[in-house]
């Protein structure tokens, strides 16, 4: 492809010599995977900058250099202002702006991305819809499974797998949009066709300057809607209304926008909610109607899910009686609320919940049914936000009757000093086990019936990060064994 014929996607640009007969094979920001005739384009990141690799890029072939200093070098270099935006529209053009041939829904906000994006997956298949996923957990794109680095993967990547989805025949793609992918113009080639927005409650204050920064990058979801290039498909913006920066999200949109609620006065509702064991019952009042909803997903949470899926759906004209089965059949998400079961007389649940919202709405649901104890498995990451990790901590002991701290991925840091981050303010009963597996243990063994444990933070993950090294270890995993061998040493 002519470089200058891929450009035209930029605005402004200077060159310090003629880029008129450079052609290239490729484009990419990373110089460690420079093939010959790739465009690199220098990035600063968070750990180091891509200008300082761009001998390595050229040693390794590459056709030409996008920067945002004059380097001063025998080279073509094309000099904008700003690489991470500029990456982001050259890769969608590079991969010829693949979202406009698939309906895109972008979900941000600190907690239910990836339910919602699994619940509206649900929602287009089961109208006969060929559809994509990309989130926490994985890429799916018509079925297909990919492993992901990040939950929103960068500008490359993730125009490369929407082309990969417009050649599979891909009707509709949900995504999950992370803070980090905002701010770092992950998503800024993607032209969305709705956007949802969840909640927004503390975490990652370890990259976000403050609360109002985090919303800052939030609301840039909501400010590029409508700016693409597919002006033919309606946009939405779907708002969660009780949210308190629902206002100022709304305000950064120039689409239509649709609230879901229940407290406040919303487009689409949720009255006559009924919380039980097996799930929750309510009835969605929406512009197109009313229907009776029961679904198998538990807590007041998953009503708030429900409602963003919902009115995501309707707005693309998804019927209410598609919704309605589809949340009655719903499979959950794994690693959330998700019961282990061994033939054991208590309840046991493994939940990503790693920030204090997040945990707090899982307690509060478990309280609400547990007849007996509640025992809190839990720890923070390392090297991430080190102010929730207090929170969390009180969280757990205002709702659980016998905590126990543990290590969650505790990546370069100690564990002992997460730990203490976690705990040194604190009064009380609790204790503190380092090794997660026998803080499963010692919750499961002090158990009996009627009792609840929450083994909380992990989810679906298969592993714990420690210095850079992934060992084996999946909470469901390791609960299931401890259940059937106390059970057998029973038997
Ligand atoms: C802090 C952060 O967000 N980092 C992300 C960022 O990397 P970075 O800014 O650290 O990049 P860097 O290492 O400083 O490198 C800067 C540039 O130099 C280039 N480079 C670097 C080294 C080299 O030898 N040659 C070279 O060219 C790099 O390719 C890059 O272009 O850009 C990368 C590509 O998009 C991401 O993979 C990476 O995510 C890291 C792995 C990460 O852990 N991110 C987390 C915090 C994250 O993004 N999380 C959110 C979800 C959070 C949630 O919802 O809970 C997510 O979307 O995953
Ligand atoms: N709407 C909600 N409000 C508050 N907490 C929620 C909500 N939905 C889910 N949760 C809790 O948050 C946890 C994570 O849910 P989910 O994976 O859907 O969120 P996420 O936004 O994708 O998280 P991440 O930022 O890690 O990708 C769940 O296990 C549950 O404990
Ligand atoms: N996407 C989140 C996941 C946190 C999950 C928890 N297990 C941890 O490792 O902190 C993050 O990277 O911050
Ligand atoms: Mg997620």
Request: include cysteine; hydrophobic fraction near 40%; charged fraction near 25%.
């Amino acid at each position: 492809m002519k470089m200058k014929e891929l450009l035209e996607v930029v605005p402004f640009y200077k060159t310090n010599q003629s880029i008129d007969t450079i052609t290239i094979t490729g484009v990419t920001m990373d110089s460690r995977t420079v093939s010959p005739g790739d465009l690199f384009v220098c990035i600063r990141g968070a750990e180091t900058d891509g200008h300082a690799y761009v001998t390595s890029a050229i040693d390794q072939g590459a056709a030409a250099i996008v920067a945002e200093e004059d380097l001063n070098i025998e080279f073509p270099v094309v000099t904008v202002n700003d690489t991470t935006k500029v990456l982001a529209m050259l890769a969608a053009a590079y991969y010829n702006y693949p979202t406009e041939g698939v309906y895109t829904i972008g979900v941000t906000g600190t907690n239910g991305k990836t339910t919602i994006t699994y619940l509206l997956d649900e929602i287009f298949r089961l109208e006969q819809q060929t559809t994509a996923t990309i989130g926490t957990i994985q890429m799916n794109i018509a079925g297909d499974v990919y492993p992901v680095k990040n939950t929103t993967p960068d500008a490359l990547s993730l125009q490369s797998s929407f082309r990969k989805m417009v050649d599979r025949g891909v009707e509709t793609a949900i995504m999950e949009v992370s803070s980090h992918a905002l701010d770092q113009g992950r998503v800024y080639g993607c032209d969305f066709d709705i956007a949802i927005f969840t909640n927004l409650s503390q975490d990652h204050l370890d990259y976000h300057e403050d609360m109002d920064d985090y919303l800052r990058a939030k609301s840039l979801l909501f400010a590029q809607l409508g700016n693409g290039y597919n002006v033919e498909r309606e946009k939405f913006a779907v708002i969660n209304i009780d949210s308190p920066v629902a206002p100022k999200l709304i305000r950064s949109t120039a689409k239509p926008t649709l609230t879901y609620g229940i407290h406040e006065q919303a487009d689409i509702m949720a009255a006559n909610i009924h919380l039980h064991e097996k799930g929750t019952s309510f009835t969605l009042q929406t512009p197109k109607g009313t229907v009776e909803i029961t679904s198998p997903l538990m807590g007041m949470f998953s009503v708030y899910n429900m409602l963003a899926a919902a009115g995501a759906a309707l707005a693309a004209g998804i019927s209410l009686q598609t919704i309605k089965q589809s949340f009655a059949e719903t499979e959950g998400v794994r690693g959330r609320f998700e019961p282990v079961l061994a033939g054991q007389e208590f309840g046991v649940v493994v939940d990503y919940a790693h920030t204090p919202d997040s945990l707090e709405n899982v307690l509060k649901t478990m309280k609400e049914f547990c007849s007996g104890q509640i025992r809190v498995v839990v720890g923070c990451g390392g090297d991430r936000d080190r102010t929730k990790r207090s929170l969390m901590a009180d969280v757990a002991m205002k709702y659980g009757d016998h905590i126990i701290f543990t290590s969650d991925n505790p990546r370069t840091e100690e564990p002992e000093r997460i730990l203490s981050d976690m705990t040194a303010h604190l009064n009380g009963n609790f204790e503190v086990e380092e090794d997660r597996k026998q803080a499963i243990e010692q919750a499961i063994t002090s158990s009996s019936e009627g009792d609840m444990v929450l083994i909380a933070g992990k989810g679906h993950e298969t592993y714990q990060e420690v210095n850079g090294v992934r060992y084996d270890f999946d909470d469901r995993e390791v609960a299931r064994d401890i259940l059937l061998k106390v059970k057998g040493s029973h038997s």
